[in-house]
C-alpha cells in the first residue's frame, strides 16, 4: 500500500525565514510520481511540482527548491526567505506507476505554514 | 479559461436529504476525479472517472453515487445525507496517462454542511 507520512502539522516563521516542509513516502512500486500541491487560503489547490522515482536530482525554481532522496523515501520541499503570502497548506502526494486505471494519488495530511511579517 | 468548476460552492442540508454536486471541466480532459477534504486527514479520493459512462470507486466511497454521462462533466450525489458528510468537496480532472503519472487540475471545492 501506499502512504505519504508529512510530520509537521503546523510550521510558523518569520518572513524571510527559510523553511523545510518533509515528506516521507511508502511505497512497492518501483516507478512512481511524487507530487507537492499548494492551498493557499483561497482554497483551490495548485499544483507545483512533480518527480519521477528516476529522476533523483534537486529542482529548484526561484525561492522554492526541493530535494528528493530516494534510499530515505523523502522528498522535502524548502522555500527560502519565506513570504507572507507563502502562507498555506501544503501537501505532497504519491502515485504508482499507471497499470491501465487512472490517477489516483495518495495524499498527505497537509502541513499548514504560517509566515508572520 | 474556467478549468474545472464546481457548483455550489456552498450547501447547507438536513440529514436524510439528497444533493448532487456538479464538476463541469473545459479541458477536454479524459480523467475525472471526486475528493474529500476534512480537517487533519488531507484528501481522499471518493470516486473517479476514466472516460464518458465509465466510474469506479476510490478509498471513501460510501454513502455517495456519481454519474458521467458527458465527457465534461462528473456529479456526485448524496441519497441520504449524513453529519459524517460534511466536507469540503473537490474535484479534479486530468489527461489521459501518456507518459505516467498526468498533473491534476482542481476545481475551488464546495463546502457542505450536513446538520
Known amino acids: 500500500a501506499q502512504k505519504v507520512t508529512q510530520a509537521q502539522t503546523e510550521i510558523s516563521v518569520v518572513e524571510k525565514e527559510d523553511v523545510t516542509l518533509d515528506c516521507v513516502y511508502e511505497t512497492r512500486d518501483t516507478t512512481y510520481y511524487l507530487f507537492w500541491y499548494k492551498q493557499p487560503p483561497s482554497g483551490e489547490l495548485v499544483f507545483l511540482i512533480r518527480r519521477n522515482s528516476f529522476d533523483e536530482q534537486n529542482e529548484i525554481s526561484g525561492r522554492y527548491s526541493w530535494n528528493f532522496q530516494k534510499s530515505t523515501s523523502s522528498f522535502n520541499f524548502t522555500i527560502t526567505a519565506s513570504q507572507v503570502v507563502d502562507s498555506a497548506v501544503y501537501f505532497c502526494a504519491l502515485s504508482g506507476f499507471p497499470q491501465g486505471g487512472s490517477e489516483k494519488l495518495v495524499f498527505g495530511k497537509g502541513t499548514k505554514l504560517t509566515v508572520n511579517p | 479559461n474556467a478549468g474545472v468548476t464546481q457548483t455550489p460552492k456552498f450547501r447547507v442540508l438536513k440529514t436524510g436529504q439528497s444533493m448532487t454536486l456538479l464538476c463541469a471541466q473545459d479541458m477536454n480532459h479524459e480523467y475525472m476525479y471526486w475528493y474529500r477534504q476534512d480537517p487533519g486527514m488531507g484528501l481522499r479520493l471518493i470516486h473517479y472517472s476514466v472516460g464518458e459512462g465509465t466510474t469506479a470507486k476510490g478509498e471513501v466511497p460510501d454513502g455517495y453515487n456519481v454519474s458521467r454521462l458527458k465527457k465534461q462533466n462528473f456529479l456526485l450525489g448524496l441519497e441520504s445525507a449524513a453529519p459524517s458528510q460534511t466536507s469540503v468537496y473537490f474535484c479534479?480532472?486530468?489527461?489521459?496517462?501518456?507518459?505516467?503519472?498526468?498533473?491534476?487540475?482542481f476545481g475551488a471545492g464546495s463546502r457542505l454542511t450536513v446538520l
Open positions: 479534479a480532472s486530468s489527461e489521459r496517462r501518456v507518459s505516467g503519472a498526468n498533473v491534476l487540475t
